[in-house]
């Protein structure tokens, strides 16, 4: 079936394609005064908030920032959050850092994303506008910059954030599929991957760890669920339906990658196979939906050229 | 006003008292193959749950297990989850799980509070029983010693988690707040309650890093918005509105305790205070509402005596 | 391709089926003092529950019923509400009877399923149970034949509500689609349809007027959408898309009936295709997803013999 | 305590006044091809939505209007749906839209307030701009007289949405309390209230029937609930609480009206109270939360003079 057989070290590489979709996300600088303390808004506002077909947003950190890069000299960090649309965006994000930054001490947040453009032409969804009502009317706005901050008044002093984010126009869905012999070889190369992929700008990997282990097919027996288990590449499965599973392999996990833009993903799907292929890898593929749904397709021996 | 001065080393411990309320709880323990990816799956669960007021639960790790504690002998944490009700956390815990651990390589998930007492008189929430429908009907259970298991295919082979937790009464909202002469005291002092909080069973803090700076008040002038800005510990609103702030204090926190009852609750809010105090620390008092709401009042001199 | 032609007077009926699922439901039985106060509630409760795929339940009321039909000698009706499993009907129902019924002058509600069968077995979703805590702590609880009712203290005395609904399993999703010459003709044949349901016991016609103009297939080009237009039955997409519509047609309406069991809605899908036959309509046919998602098959054809 | 007895016929009016707060609304055109597809429309959309302390909105029917008032030459409603901000209304109102009226046959929906003033300063939520992506790519937008609509492909032909709704600053909760000597004079009090309110331009009455029986306080003793029954008011905690209700009265309804503006709240009060009022009506008040919370004090004497 793979008339093209390409390799990396000794892992094949399937003639296949991930299919990915056009998101909207926003990307936020988030400060504190030490690394304690921005550990701690960063590891609860990037939870429970894997995929958008069962969390409000798709998040992750996206790299860390030096002091230098940050506006108020702090500790920071980009973060990265995917929605389908910005009205979806607009629903969850001010709900997150209400949670999981004003409440964190120290914290400020600021939009990370370019802001040039005519107002009229570039969206945004309110972020201190509307954690701004939480100060009971006691709150203050500043104008720096041409940019909005709200001044918050919290138990250590204020929370300073910004009135809106930026949203851009970004790729989500960009995935490989690895298969391995057993369990632990499957593991260790997931892994690899995703931690090679932990420090790369532009692109956030959503689950826990950065891997998948219960990809999901579109619909269900089930009415009103929109989503479930992907058979295809379920291990205990193999014999009870067309399985996706190359012979010998036992296990098998998926990298999915969120970027903002087709470069970024592209790149990042590059390095996880690179990072993932080696011995007892059996195959390296990618989920796609026949091509009918995703308009962006990533093609895998093409990424390889 | 406080006519029985009372001090841990140079703090003064207000005479007054935290209002609590009572909550349900369950106690999930999550295991998996290894720390990394059992940290991964702790990380994503407990994110995004610092207060019912604004998020689906208070979620937080109780204490990390052993290999030998857990039942299928490997690593594992015992994570606590509260809600106002049963029905609450019904609702809640098992979108989490399916989003943060069913998701997350190699990991399992077990009740972790006793069953004993006949199964009329013991309250419950479904888990596998909601998630077993990603299986898309390929799902199987099995019964071992009268409890009900759900094995979900997945890619790695077999996601196992327990049909129902068991909901237990708790107490939600033990707290202390803490005032400091500036802002690097006060943190620090928070820092080191929050710490001495982390092994001690029975108890979660649910805010990020254990802390909250955010305090909140019942009622704003906005409506629809049942809490707003505690104003009276906001050292930049201090005469504008009727500070709670001791002399020279400029910044203060609260440490928000969750417990599985009130002897847990009370010993960690007088832990917390004893890590708390110190120089520059210059009052420990905590929250409550005129007693008029929460069932349980922790005295913060009776802990003390 | 349909090699056996039935007809219903003028009206072709296709060779092919509706799909549909297991649900499980809850019936309600409401009651108030008097006709306009229950259609009050009723109007309430029944609004924006068109599509589990995007409102919380499905709901509609089974029929009205006679004061010597309620087991408080009042005008009532029973309503039925459909959610995929028990667990998404005990997230929505309390909540929408604490808004929508609670709220409303007179009102009581009452479990409306059999109860008979060992407590062990039968299912059920708290209500009562939930909204007593509006009563803070002023609430109190009676028991009458084995079942628990709550009396929960408002303005005009006590609401009276039952601790618990049994859950039963049903089916979702029974549909017809017709379609015709024009949009007038088929706006009158769907609503010959609708009107024929409504006084049928065991079925309700979850849709504003019991009818929908916004069919949905499963899927979208854009992620995180579980749903988007049908597009083979839009007569402006003919052309540009594979459609369905028979020649000549260029309007379809879809009468989507949830009901108790599969009996039920088989007699519901005969009654409205025999109601909404009739000059200008050129076919009748059903919704389906080729047979592979939903567990119930009702095929016209046999429907009609 | 009342030293200006003042009464409407043989009703007293005590001396005080309702609390009500800012608010953000919009106005929506819906029309369709004939009565009643319009009221199933309307009917859908205005269910579930009395109270934002427990719905995503506040909404009702403004007032019907003639072909002769509609763009489209249809019979239509104003349709009023009030949020505590616009981000609030940006995340219910296409969710309402796009259950309750794109599902309805025949139905169009435009924005109903004012577009005059600069884009900039005028805010708006997303309306068609949202609920077009359920054209999957299909959908069309046009731009006319400077208002940009969505025709997005359903199957009796196109739904015609308009892109935005523009937000204006609304009043919420403005309210009279009556309070009977029995139930059915109560009731008919209450009921005279909300038909004299309906024909009323500027207001809605968002509870069902136009009446609440279960008005509230804010807070409970259950953490987590923003409130709970307005104990003070119900005839059967008499004597166990501080009671609000004056001699001899056994029942109270609550008339709450949101309105686009004071003067139209103050006028809608003013009618409620003179309909109200009669035989066996003991008083008629207004809730408060003593003048702390909501911004906007309608004094009922002063909406008398």
């Known amino acids: 079936m793979y008339f093209d057989p390409m390799l990396i070290g000794p892992t094949p590489i399937l003639d ?5 979709f056009p998101m909207r996300f926003v990307r936020l600088i988030i400060t504190a005064v030490d690394d304690y303390w921005l550990n701690a ?4 506002f990037t939870g429970y908030s894997a995929s958008i077909i069962g969390c409000d947003a798709e998040t992750g950190v996206e790299r860390m920032l030096d002091p230098s ?5 702090r500790p920071g960090a980009a973060v990265l959050a995917f929605g389908f649309s910005s009205e979806a965006l607009g629903k969850s994000i001010p709900g997150r850092v209400g949670q999981c930054v004003m409440t964190c001490p120290t914290t400020a947040v ?4 370019a802001t040039d453009g005519s107002s009229e032409t570039i969206q945004s969804i309110p972020l201190g506008k509307t954690l701004r009502y939480f100060g009971d009317d006691f709150q203050k706005s500043k104008l720096l910059g041409g940019r909005r901050y709200w001044r918050v008044p919290v138990m250590d002093g204020e929370f300073l954030v910004e009135e809106k984010l930026v949203v851009s126009k970004g790729v989500g869905g960009g995935n490989i599929i690895l298969q391995g012999t057993c369990p632990e070889i499957a593991l260790a190369a997931a892994r690899r991957a995703s ?4 420090p790369l700008a532009g692109v956030i990997t959503p689950f ?14 089930y009415k009103g669920l929109a989503a479930s288990t992907n058979d295809a590449y379920c291990p205990t499965l193999r014999g009870r339906v067309e399985t996706s599973l190359v012979d010998g392999a036992h296990c098998s996990y998926e990298i999915v990658i969120d970027g903002i833009d087709e470069p970024a993903v592209a790149a990042a799907m590059r390095i996880a196979m690179q990072a993932a292929a080696g ?9 796609n939906y026949g091509g009918k749904l995703g308009k962006f397709h990533f093609h895998l021996h093409e990424l390889l050229r």
Do not use: H, M, Q, W
């Not at 296949?16 to 990915?20: C, G, L, N, V």
């Open 16 to 20: 296949t394609f991930a299919e990915a």
């Open 41 to 44: 808004a960063l590891g609860d």
């Open 69 to 73: 890069e940050t506006c108020d000299g």
């Open 110 to 113: 600021y939009n990370g994303c």
């Open 195 to 198: 931690e090679a992929l932990a």
């Open 208 to 221: 826990p760890g950065g891997v998948v282990r219960s990809g999901s097919k579109v619909g269900s027996k």
């Open 279 to 287: 011995d007892g890898v059996l195959a390296i593929g990618a989920g």
